[in-house]
RNA sequence: GCCCAGGUGGUGGAAUUUGGUAGACACAAGGGACUUAAAAUCCCUUGAGCUUUACGCUCGUGCGGGUUCAAGUCCCGCCCUGGGCACCA
């Protein structure tokens, strides 16, 4: 019989178009059933897909394809993350306009997510550069104007000057630009900003609610992120009787108070006159973010000669501008305690200031002149009046309890979060609605004049800065209030802005509301969400922040966006994630030419658990390939004796074919729960490639007979339908080869006998004090005794123990059984 | 510095849920069958060492201790790798 080739090209072009034909994955309301919205991030369409984006859309495919096998009505949607600089500068280096070159790549992604046959409901793709999405932000942008959750405000922002733009400080980690890595500077600008800090409570709280499933590691990211604290803000004076608020965390240590600092851009700094110490201001100012905390440069300040009150001893102390103090944290001012902490212990030893113990080392006194670090440890309050003897810990609540009983100071909390920065100066993004007015002032554009649309007959002029603002046709504009002349805002959004709350537009992409009530209250929210654990502090926070004001605006019924959470793992070579930089890229399109897209979905969930990161191999994915032949060659082989309608009514326990068939129904078991249960696609795999070794080494007489082919129908038609969320095509291409009409999309996922998932055979061990000496092949249902005797009897055993005592005997069952001997 | 995750054959990774046969599965390597030959395919061997070559022994899950009849798994102390946080007062 001639073998019949695995001609993947043609097998996975007939289903990918069977699917499409009979619209396999179109997702409709059905409340009979549980619905299962599965999601992964979507992609930004820079052009091409890379591995790391087929890695995480491969594991979403199976775990959605599973689910609709299982009986759930699955939701799997798909877009594009469409605004965004890499258009931008396209246009600038190949002067295409932004629009057409996203446009291109959108084509190709499509046709790439095609041909690996992803089963998305492509019926409500969203494309966030499109009107009637961005319509949306800006009308969400209005309802948080009107709630005063959008503001706009002056202040020190994050420059990068390589994309000439204003960054978040979730983008700019480090003094560094996500997007280009290159250093970001400060710059005063008026920015508009999400007041994300009146959900920081919010945020923390919802943790409580995504400790099932939500990895421990993004939550703790978050939490940092968020950064609570507690303390006292304790007001000082100066000598003039005006208040000098500062907020700290070790009240406890208010006593050892030797110097005070203060931000550079301080509003109270103003007052200073001592052209010295302006020129010091200035200086700090401008030093970059990276220079202000680096390490080796060590702190800056200045005396600014005036000297400040401490409210619980009255100690005049002299007032520093410290360029480590931060504007936008606390008060932007501190109180510096050299003793017991490690800033202000360099700080003060730099510039001869007084160092003041007031928590000693119960062990050993700490000496404030020979010490060579502060003493940060809890001890016993000393030099601290009437809280002498406490321990520092006990101060910290006797202190706050004296200031607020005095009125010199507050509990307050506060957060290390900042509000998000959303202006971008660049023109691929969403405008902001709203409008400048010579009379009004600031004007909000009226929501029936919505969407304000970007316009798209742009040039750019080679100068990589936005050519929105010399646009006069966008620019000139009326105000909605007083129709006189006005100005349009010429920022667009931050683009995490779009990927904030698209999860929530995909239920319903063409309403002409934001939402259709329905659909959203039906398929939100997410059950399942995947993708990188880079979004942890970014697009995560921002889209559960979202989710939250939508939640109070009673436009989504839950508060948490995303029930579950998997961050996958990157694809690596060569010990580097794969990047051009590295030259190591793998690309998808070649890799798929040469095997199949079912050979690389296998491998990549094969290759690694999905949380890991995912090793590349060439050979590895030879293997994957070589894996599909082998069940591809048997099924062909074995067609013939399938029947698809016959069923084992009893198999004889003792022979050979009904060993296979507890195997089979083991491999049920264990890949329904390592899929379902544990999300650990490989063993899965494993676990199907020893059932199809074991098929391969049945004598082919025995399978001929009627017994034989009972059973090889049943492996078969449980075999394919499980390997078909991992390869689904050549999985549906098999199944029509043995006969059947129904398409494995359609179909449902197979089910065990648990009384079959149980060997009659097992190998047990035999130890002598706790080493194994002898095994033996036993029944399974062996009792104790028997097993304790068996083991007594054994020759190997018996020579073991020689003349020693036996002390104790150990059987554990169905495993071993151990001799203690001395 | 602080917090988290991890360290298992030549390699990717199993076993960690519940302490109970370490190394499933795959890759690589070696051997065999088929073939004029090669490829493909199918089969076998494969942690290290030792000897009397045996259903044999010893060692072996980063290092050092400990608990236990029994430890990759639990406890204590280190080392290393990866990730996160790091002037937040």
New binding site residues.
Partial sequence: MAEIEYNFKEIEKKWQKKWEENKSFLSKIDKSKKKFYLLEMFPYPSGKLHMGHVRNYTIGDLAARFARMKGMNVFHPMGWDSFGLPAENAAIQNNIPPRKWTEKNIDHMKKQFAMIGFSYDWTREITTYKENYYKWNQWMFLKMYEKGLAYKKMSSVNWCPQCNTVLA?EQA??GICWRCESEVNRKELEQWFFKITDYAEDLLKGHEELGEGWP??VI??QR??I?K?T??NINFKLESGEDFP??????DTVYGVTFM?I?PEHPFLERIKDPEVKRSIERFKKQSIA?????E????GVDTGIKVINPFNGEKVPLYV????????????????PGH?T??F??ARKYGLPVKIVIDDPKSPLDPDTMEDAYTADGICVNSEQFNGLSNREAIEKISDYAEEKEIGKREV?????DWGISRQRYWGCPIPVIYCEKCGTVPVDEKDLPVILPTNVDFKGDSKSPLPHMKDFTETECPSCSGKARRETDTMDTFVDSSWYYAKFTSPHSDEIFDKEEVDYWMPVDQYIGG??H??LHLLYARFFSMVMNDMGLLQNREPFTRLLTQ?MV?KDGAKMSKSKGNVVDPDEIIQKYGADTVRLFML????PR????W????V??????I??VW??VNKYAGLYDKDLKIEKSNPDTELHKVRIELHRTVKIVTK?IE??M?Y??A??????L??VL??IDEKILNSSEGKALISEVFSKLIPMLSPFIPHVSEEMWHILGHDEMLVNSGWPQYIDELTKREE????F?V???????ARVSSDISKDEMEKMALENG?IIQ?IGEKDI??I?V?P???V???AK
């Avoid at 004090?769 to 095994?775: L, M, Q």
């Fill in positions: 400080n980690e480090n421990e590691q703790t990211m940092n992120w950064g604290s303390g006292l500062i907020f700290t965390t070790r009240p600092a931000a220079d202000r905390t680096s390490e440069k060590g702190k800056e410290g360029n480590f103090v931060l504007m936008d944290y606390g008060s932007g001012a501190i109180m510096s305690v902490d800033r202000d360099a700080f506060n957060y290390r979060l900042r654990i880079e942890a502090c793992g690596i094969f290759a690694s658990p890991k990161d995912l090793d191999s060439d050979k590895g030879e293997g994957c390939f070589r894996f032949g082998r060659r048997l390592d249960e544990r650990q490989n063993t795999i494993a676990r199907m490639m020893e199809t070794n391969y080494q097992i190998e047990i061990v130890q004090n706790g080493k194994i000496r002898s095994r190997r073991s002390k104790k150990i554990v169905g495993k071993l151990n001799i203690v």
